[in-house]
C-alpha cells in the first residue's frame, strides 16, 4: 500500500508543479509600439509597488492601431489595436538595474551618464529604450498586464517584459 500512496503523492506534486510552470508560461506579451518624441520617463532605483530598480514611462493613447499608422509623438499603440480607455497610459520596466551614474546639476539643469553596457540584458535594453525616448525615436516593447500588488482593488498596470519587436 505504501508504493502506491507514494506515486499518488508525486502525481499530485508533479501536477502541482506543471500547472503552476505553466500559469507562470502562459502570461501572454503583446508588442506595444511607441513614438518617443515628447515622452517622458521615470528611473526609481527602489520603486515602492516593486522594491526594485524600475523605469515607468508616460505616453497618450494612440488613436489608431500601430498597423494602421505611425502613432502620433508621445504616444503608444497596440499592433492590432489601439489602447482602450481602461487600459493606462504608462507603463513600468521593473527590475532594470542601476542605470545611471555621474550624476551633474547645475543652475542649467541635470545630466546623466546612462549606461548601456556591462550590466545584464535588462539593463542594456532599459538603456536603449530610453535612448529611444531621448532621441524622439520609435521604439517597441513586449508588454502585459499585471494586477497591482500595493495598488486599489483591481488596478492593473502594464508591465513590459522585453524591449524589441
Known amino acids: 500500500m505504501r508504493p502506491i500512496q507514494n506515486i499518488i503523492k508525486?502525481?499530485?506534486f508533479l501536477a502541482a508543479v506543471f500547472s503552476a510552470s505553466s500559469a507562470i508560461a502562459g502570461q501572454r506579451n503583446y508588442t506595444l509600439v511607441c513614438n518617443g518624441q515628447g515622452?517622458?520617463?521615470h528611473?526609481?532605483?527602489k520603486y515602492p509597488l516593486f522594491n526594485a530598480p524600475t523605469v515607468q514611462v508616460f505616453f497618450k493613447k494612440s488613436p489608431w492601431a500601430a498597423s494602421q499608422k505611425k502613432p502620433p509623438a508621445n504616444s503608444c499603440a497596440w499592433v492590432d489595436r489601439p489602447l482602450s480607455s481602461s487600459e493606462p497610459s504608462y507603463f513600468f520596466y521593473k527590475n532594470t538595474?542601476?542605470?545611471?551614474g555621474d550624476v551633474t546639476v547645475t543652475s542649467h539643469g541635470m545630466e546623466a551618464t546612462l549606461h548601456g553596457g556591462g550590466g545584464s540584458?535588462?539593463?542594456?535594453?532599459a538603456a536603449r529604450m530610453?535612448?529611444?525616448i531621448r532621441q524622439g525615436q520609435l521604439f517597441y516593447v513586449q508588454?502585459?498586464?499585471e494586477p497591482l500588488k500595493n495598488g486599489s482593488a483591481g488596478?492593473?498596470?502594464l508591465i513590459i517584459s522585453r524591449y524589441g519587436p
Open 143 to 145: 508588454a502585459h498586464s
Open 121 to 125: 540584458r535588462r539593463t542594456a535594453d
Open 97 to 100: 538595474g542601476e542605470l545611471f
Open 155 to 157: 488596478q492593473k498596470a
Open 130 to 132: 530610453l535612448t529611444a
Open 10 to 12: 508525486a502525481s499530485l
Open 39 to 41: 515622452m517622458s520617463a
Open 43 to 45: 528611473y526609481d532605483l
